[in-house]
C-alpha cells in the first residue's frame, strides 16, 4: 500500500557532496515525522536526521552543520543534502516516515529498501 523509496546514493571523495531523495507514495492519509537512518556493515543503524510535519529538524552530532534535511509535504518528498563528507559517512542510507494509511487506525514506521553511499578516495 504504502513505499518509500531512496535515490541519490553513490560514491564521492572525501570532502564531497551528495544529496539523497526520498519519495513516498501509495494509499497516505498522512505522513508525519520523517528522517534519515544509516547502517555501516557489522553496526548498528543509526538515526541520522529527522524533519517533523511542520519542518522543525535534529541531527545526529555526528553530521550536524554538515547535512541538512528537509521536506515538501505536497510532493511527499524528503532530501539530505550530505557536504563534506567523510569516509565515516560510508553506510546504506534508509529513508523512514511514520504514515497513517487510508483504512488504517494507528500510524506506522515505514522505511525503503536503502541506497549506498561510499566515501571514500
Known amino acids: 500500500q504504502v513505499q518509500l523509496v531512496e535515490s541519490g546514493g553513490g560514491l564521492v571523495q572525501p570532502g564531497g557532496s551528495l544529496r539523497l531523495s526520498c519519495a513516498a507514495s501509495g494509499s497516505i492519509f498522512s505522513i508525519n515525522t520523517m528522517g534519515w537512518y544509516r547502517q555501516a556493515p557489522g553496526k548498528e543503524r543509526e538515526l541520522v536526521a529527522t524533519?517533523?510535519?511542520?519542518?522543525?529538524?535534529n541531527y545526529a552530532d555526528s553530521v550536524k552543520g554538515r547535512f541538512t534535511i528537509s521536506r515538501d509535504n505536497a510532493k511527499n518528498t524528503m532530501l539530505l543534502q550530505m557536504n563534506t563528507l567523510k569516509p565515516e559517512d560510508t553506510a546504506v542510507y534508509y529513508c523512514?516516515?511514520?504514515?497513517?494509511?487510508?483504512?488504517?487506525?494507528?500510524?506506522?514506521?515505514?522505511w525503503g529498501q536503502g541506497t549506498q553511499v561510499t566515501v571514500s578516495s
Open positions: 523512514n516516515a511514520i504514515i497513517l494509511s487510508y483504512g488504517s487506525i494507528s500510524y506506522e514506521h515505514y
Open positions: 524533519v517533523t510535519r511542520g519542518g522543525t529538524t
